[in-house]
């Protein structure tokens, strides 16, 4: 069965400082990995995805993931991070059964970014 | 366009009474999810719905049930409210790989 596993529940990091959020996986196959982002009171938002091709993927809000096929990892990264960065953070990777496609979300990361 | 909608947004039930949570989609999506978020659990899914006129179980069906009424409205009805049913639900849709989320629906069950 797919999963992602999220191995920290917060990240607290200092604004302007590079910030990184972790997510290993674990598939059958080749992975479809996805990022969103949910900040307070909203629902998820897409920020990236990676399906094939470039191990550096560029998405929304100058946020980027890292494919490592080897260390079974898509972390999530930031080179210079922003208070409004603050949110909750899942990985998630794409299931596919019975004709139909799904989600697998990990437990999601909070990430504090301090002034 | 307004994406993907839910109503209410808040709703307390009491243990054993039953209520219907609404979402709808404007982007003519064939599948709609209905997922609920829980502290520490991340979202995981209830029902699916990979085309009008089907539905199937996610991973916590239990104590739901849901109806595709047309390609852009899928209901979860709660029959018998139970605390353990206390979450966030989100509705979400999709055409291909991405899922677009509606803003959730804060249930308690006292």
């Known amino acids: 069965a797919q999963s992602v596993a999220q191995p920290e529940d917060q990240v607290n990091v200092a604004e302007g400082n590079p910030l990184t959020v972790k997510c290993t996986y674990s598939?059958?196959?080749?992975?479809?990995l996805f990022w969103y982002v949910q900040y307070p009171n909203r629902g998820l938002q897409f920020l990236l995805k990676y399906i094939t091709g470039d191990n550096l993927v560029k998405g929304s809000y100058g946020f980027e993931a890292e494919f490592n096929k080897s260390q079974t990892s898509f972390h999530l990264k930031k080179p210079s991070a922003l208070v409004s960065d603050s949110a909750l953070y899942f990985c998630a990777v794409r299931d596919y059964r019975d004709s139909s496609y799904k989600l697998i979300f990990g437990s999601g990361t909070r990430l504090l970014v301090r002034p | 366009n307004a994406g993907v909608t839910q109503t209410p947004k808040f709703q307390v039930l009491k243990t054993g009474q039953s209520m219907t949570l609404q979402c709808a989609q404007d982007m003519n999506h064939n599948s709609m999810y209905w997922y609920r978020q829980d502290p520490g659990m991340g979202l995981r899914l209830i029902y699916y719905?990979?085309?009008?006129?089907?539905?199937d179980k996610g991973e916590v069906p239990n104590g739901y049930n849901v109806s595709r009424l047309n390609k852009r409205e899928f209901s979860l009805r709660l029959e018998s409210a139970a605390p353990s049913q206390t979450s966030v639900y989100f509705c979400?849709?999709?055409?291909?790989?991405?899922?677009?989320f509606g803003p959730g629906t804060r249930l308690t069950v006292t």
């Open positions: 979400a849709s999709s055409e291909g790989q991405l899922q677009y």
């Open positions: 719905s990979a085309s009008e006129g089907t539905t």
């Open positions: 598939v059958s196959g080749n992975p479809y």
